[in-house]
């Protein structure tokens, strides 16, 4: 009975010694998320693929965002979210309040119509997530079917929960698929030989992995070779019950019996020194991990600070082309060609102000709404300074798809409302800036003047000028709407758009 309990005990410290690289391989990814909002497919390939190489049973390594409902149709634009059906045929997903969709995955190719899978659509799967993000610890689940094979495959899902670690927000999910009887089978394919495995998930009371007739585990007559243990499987308890195949029953009196007796013995001398070289394995798969982590972080450190110095550039350059321009001012006498380069240089002024906001942003993803409506009103009552100005705008950020038209909106409509709005210099002229936050992502601008108003049966389709041309021009880009009203008191100019930064 020696080789049986040798091989017993070898095959729990195996599984154990697996178990544990899953969790290390799921925290590793993890924490590879936990500063990224996205990483492409080709680098989340190149990190992986070493724990492709490494693991036992392994399918795919997977990252899932957390998606609400409202963010379904933005999400939808690059991959279709998908559930499976009754039959196991991945289908569209059903509406739904949250979703967990796979958005990157590894291998891509033999799963690529995986993508898109929203893992939450499944109560088991659900379970296991909902664990994760309770503990904020790596999560295994119960047995599932494989939905990349049509064959009912069994296997079990690792995850790990990845928070912003700033904010605490939960970002979305990190996995692992794992096939159950390859799992079983790399891990402990020597000690298969001597032994017929069944593996009991505790807490669902199912059969994970079987070699064996379930009956002989229970059976009386069997009863009394099974061997037991539990082991820790992640967050969960595995009952592993360890029958020896007859022939090694029959020890000492086959010949079998005795190699494994003395395959048993050799195989004990070196099992502490297998288990020392397996953890320093870890440790330097884990170091491999961390040294990657730091790379990756220098090398988008790097690329910030050039796009930064790339904005500063583009900011100077347009300065330059500003005083260009009033240079040539200076040589004309036509006051339509003064006053047409004067509204180009305002123009220039706006974009180069985008670009100055830019690069001060300590990301250079966003522009500062508040500090740019008050630095070009600054500017504007320079230019200007026969009228007071109110800037009443939340801390809201602009993505920078939308900062370059928005900034010439607002230029376009601050400067008509300064050139046309107040034909009597010595009144009281003030121009009131609103900015509000709406639902749904959506953002309102509004200029208010108390000037003389607009024409009668003025129609902005009609407009004189190019000022409205570009507004209504740089309005469709962004999605934009315009509207306005006007009276005796003065005009009221709204521009609404999305702003899901």
Known sequence: MAAIDNAVNKSVIKLEDELNKISLVVESMAFFYENKSFIPQHLFERFTNPFLNELNGIKALAWAPKILGTEKDLFQKFTLIKEVDSKNNLVPSKTRDLYYPVRVLNPATPFKKVLGYNIYSDSTKRDVILRSIKTNKPAISSLITLISDNTNTKGILALKSVNNPKTGEH???????????????ETLNSEVKVLDICIHDEVDDAILFSNVDESKVTDKIFSKTVIKRTIKAVD??????????????????????????????????????????????????????????????ESNKQKENLLREIHH???????????????????????????ALQDSQARISAIALTHQKIYQDKDSKAVNLHEYLKDLMEYQNKI?????YTINCPEISIDLD?????????????????KHAYPDTTKYNELIIDVDVLDDGMAAFSIKDNGKGLPENFVIENAEGIGFDIVKALCRQISAELTYDSDGNGTHFTVTFDNKI
């Open 384 to 388: 200007s300074p026969t009228f007071s």
């Open 171 to 185: 970002k979305g999910i990190v996995l692992g698929v794992y096939r159950m009887d390859k799992l079983i089978s």
């Open 236 to 297: 969960r308890e595995w009952q592993v019950h360890f029958l020896p195949k007859p022939e090694y029953l029959s020890f000492p009196h086959i010949f079998e019996s005795y190699v494994v007796l003395i395959l048993g013995l050799a195989t004990t001398f070196l099992l502490v020194l297998i288990a020392r070289r397996r953890d320093n394995h870890n440790d330097r798969l884990e170091a491999r991990v961390l040294l990657r982590t730091a790379e990756l972080e």
């Open 402 to 418: 939308r900062a370059v038209p928005l900034a010439l909106i607002i230029s376009e409509l601050v400067t008509n409302a300064v």
């Open 313 to 339: 550039r583009v900011k100077n350059n347009l300065q330059i082309t500003s005083s260009l321009i009033n240079m040539q001012k200076r040589k004309l006498v036509s006051k339509e060609a003064i006053t």
